[in-house]
């Protein structure tokens, strides 16, 4: 597991395989969250980079762990922006 250094501490996070998931409170990139058994006493989900706590939203209606996004292959357009240039519009 990567471990993140604060200013107090290290703290174990979670990477996850699915590169659309954003953060349900602001709508950011959820890159990694907090590991609840880091062993800091945080017992919330957190996601990071934001901090926010809580829940996340998947972006990609089609993502899987082999195929990655299939938005293109099943609905003909990706809804949704890409994980390496999320400021573009979505492709048709």
């Known amino acids: 597991m990567p471990v993140t250094v604060t200013h107090t501490r290290a703290h174990i996070v979670i990477t996850p395989a699915n590169p659309f998931l954003a953060c349900a409170t602001c709508g950011k990139r959820a ?3 907090h590991d609840d058994r880091c062993g800091c006493g945080e017992t ?21 762990p082999v195929d990655g ?3 293109l292959a099943h609905l003909g357009c990706v809804p ?3 994980e390496v240039t999320s400021d573009l519009p979505p492709r048709r």
């Open 44 to 64: 919330r989900p957190m996601n990071l980079p934001c901090g926010h706590y809580g829940t996340y939203n998947d972006l990609c209606p089609s993502w899987g």
């Open 31 to 33: 890159e990694s969250f």
């Open 80 to 82: 949704h922006p890409d």
């Open 69 to 71: 996004c299939q938005c």
